[in-house]
């Protein structure tokens, strides 16, 4: 091969690998923008920097009310999901269960249905039952949606388990449930906790399943924003987003810095 | 589960015992055996033998479908692992990755709720003793494999078990490491006294290291004996195959004498063998290359192997037939390959297997 095409190619790679960060990076920039131009209506160019949109975001009661509840909903959902979906995992790969295959793709089925069609039937459910948009039931709904994700991470997690190391410990006199506390836990927790982020962001941004669960005066953020979009597209709306990708960012690197997600699991 | 309690080793039994995994195949078939206080006890065959699961019986992580264990007289068949008190070495270390290297070690302790000054203190005695002192703060994953296996040793051996049991420790590292790990591992073992049980495949690291072996296949054990013995005496046809290199030769016994299937008499003695067909074994070191005439057999030299010290011969008999000479290099070329020869031992050489 001639250095020229050896170029050619280190080219191609870079200029695709730059296109695909673009496409990624574009509507984040693109909100930033948005979120930092002061005219009274999304446009572009930009005319100038203010903060007065964030001022405004964070001024709004109804936008704050909103916030604070999708941050406890998604912390609880955070939970709930790392409990249902370790456990779960831990069955699937430990338990030898009849239908153990079957199973798995049981759980992970929300993932495949669209999740409108999730909270259409929980609405139905709800409403069968009598209840009124109680808010466990969004945060059942959202935790259904959200388990998939902690069970996967878990499973990759105990696939590569060496279970000599539970083993050892046994063999140095650890009981089953010391060895459960003092080796599995330590060494599946990476797993648990990358998928309780993603559990974390799946709530705190969940919109269709939301939709149909929340009453009114009791909404999430991401369906507040959407029903003020609907009267109102000023930059209010940009920096709520702004807002909600730093809170999503710094959850994430909160939990590297703490756990040290790399330490044992390559995800 | 103290272990002031308990004698420094214990001896080991087997009492026809079995294990069979889906209900299919006998990984273990009716295996007894009994392993004297502070020996060092090698199982050794191929894979899917039985070894490791015998071990693995022993430890307490499988549970026999039939048969008894007792370790020091007392019957240990159900008692669960974590209270056998037996010291556990793999050939993947198993060390536990999230924590250090002194945390490793003294984890048997702590699960033994002992005082923290004393665990401290037999932590670095155990470190010591693998030669890993100032190694305390690392992290498995920062070592070497050869230093990770020391690590799994140390924290087998600071619980003082009185039953060591290793499944191919060595397995995994080169062999120059290995080596010197065999005569490590060996000079513990004598220093703490402790009975050890190891499972190996590597027939010269069993012949190497053991005070004795149980040669296994198919899961039964199909000899006991020292190195020595199991070498020079194997019984059956398969340990006479599976140790080191040997020739054997297919024949009847008619008045004493051992006919080969080609009809000439070769030299053995009877040694309480049955009349009728029969098999006898000679190791390649045992047989002499002579003049072609002079052989109990003969053929021609198809190859020879420098060994270093020795040089292997391959022979090319009669009938299709191989067979194998050793020679000690005394410093003369090797003889050349296309040479007729004729091969010759000892009738005391000749191993009389049965079946």
Not at chain 1, 44 to 66: E, I, S, Y
Not at chain 1, 114 to 135: C, H, K, N, S, W
Not at chain 2, 273 to 285: H, K, L, Q
């Amino acid at each position: 091969m001639s250095a020229r095409s050896v170029d050619a190619g280190r080219l191609a790679y870079y200029a695709l690998n730059g296109a695909i960060i673009a496409f990624l990076l574009a509507p984040i920039a693109i909100v930033a923008v948005f979120a930092l131009n002061p005219t009274p209506y999304i446009s572009f160019p930009p005319v100038g920097v203010t903060g007065r949109w964030f001022v405004k975001f964070f001024a709004t009661d109804d936008f704050m009310v909103a916030l604070w509840l999708s941050l406890r909903v998604a912390v609880v959902v955070l939970l709930l999901s790392m409990l249902i979906g370790g456990a779960c995992a831990l069955a699937l790969a430990r338990g030898r269960l009849p239908g153990a295959r079957f199973l798995t793709a049981f759980f992970m089925s929300p993932l495949m249905l669209p999740a409108i069609l999730t909270g259409l039937a929980l609405f139905q459910v709800f409403q069968l039952a009598e209840l009124d948009r109680p808010v466990w039931g969004l945060i059942v709904g959202h935790t259904l949606v959200a388990v998939p994700y902690v069970l996967r991470t878990t499973l990759a997690v105990l696939a590569n388990f060496d279970t000599r190391v539970e083993e050892a410990a046994a063999s140095l006199g650890a009981s089953p449930m010391r060895v459960f506390v003092e080796v599995t836990l330590p060494l599946i927790r990476p797993g648990v906790i990358a998928g309780g982020i993603f559990a974390f962001i799946v709530s705190f941004d969940q919109f269709p399943i939301s939709l149909f669960l929340v009453p009114p005066k009791g909404e999430t953020l991401p369906v507040v924003l959407f029903n003020y979009m609907k009267f109102d597209l000023d930059g209010a709306i940009a920096a709520a987003s702004m807002v909600s990708i730093l809170l999503a960012l710094s959850v994430v690197l909160l939990l590297e810095r703490v756990i040290g997600l790399k330490a044992y699991v390559k995800l | 589960m103290t272990d002031h309690s308990l004698p420094a080793s214990a001896d080991i039994r087997l009492e026809g015992v079995s294990k069979s995994f889906d209900g299919k195949v006998k990984a273990v078939d009716d295996v007894s055996l009994a392993i004297a206080p502070g020996e060092f006890f090698s199982l050794l065959g191929p894979s899917g033998c039985g070894k490791t699961t015998s071990l693995r019986m022993i430890a307490g992580f499988e549970a026999p479908d039939a048969g008894r264990i007792r370790v020091g007289g007392a019957d240990i068949t159900d008692v669960p692992v974590h209270k056998r008190d037996m010291g556990m070495v793999f050939q993947s270390y198993a060390l536990f990755p999230h924590r250090t290297v002194a945390e490793n070690v003294a984890f048997g302790l702590r699960m033994r709720s002992l005082p923290r000054e004393e665990i401290r203190r037999r932590v670095a005695a155990a470190l010591k003793q693998v030669a890993l002192d100032g190694y305390e703060d690392r992290r498995p994953g920062q070592l070497s494999g050869g230093q990770q296996q020391r690590v799994a040793l140390a924290r087998a051996i600071v619980i003082r078990p009185p039953v060591l049991l290793c499944d191919e420790p060595l397995g995994a590292l080169d062999r120059k490491l290995r080596q010197s790990m065999q005569f490590e591992l060996k000079q513990l073992q004598k220093e703490l006294g402790v009975t050890l049980v190891f499972v190996t495949h590597d027939q010269e690291e069993a012949l190497a290291m053991s005070d004795r072996i149980a040669v296994m296949n198919a899961g039964r054990v199909e000899q006991v004996g020292a190195p020595a013995e199991i070498y020079d005496r194997p019984r059956t046809r398969f340990v006479a195959d599976f140790i080191g290199e040997i020739n054997l030769f297919d024949g009847t016994w008619d008045g004493g004498r051992f006919i080969a299937g080609d009809g000439r008499s070769l030299p053995a003695t009877m040694n309480g063998a049955r009349p009728g067909a029969g098999a006898v074994a000679v190791r390649p070191e045992k047989a002499r290359i002579v003049a072609p005439g002079e052989g109990a057999v003969a053929g021609r030299i198809e190859s020879a192997n420098f060994l270093g010290g020795q040089v292997l011969y391959r022979i090319a008999a009669s009938g299709d037939r191989h067979m194998l000479a050793k020679e000690t290099n005394m410093g003369a070329a090797a003889r050349p390959v296309g040479t007729e020869v004729g091969l010759l031992w000892n009738e005391a050489d000749a191993v009389v297997l049965e079946g």
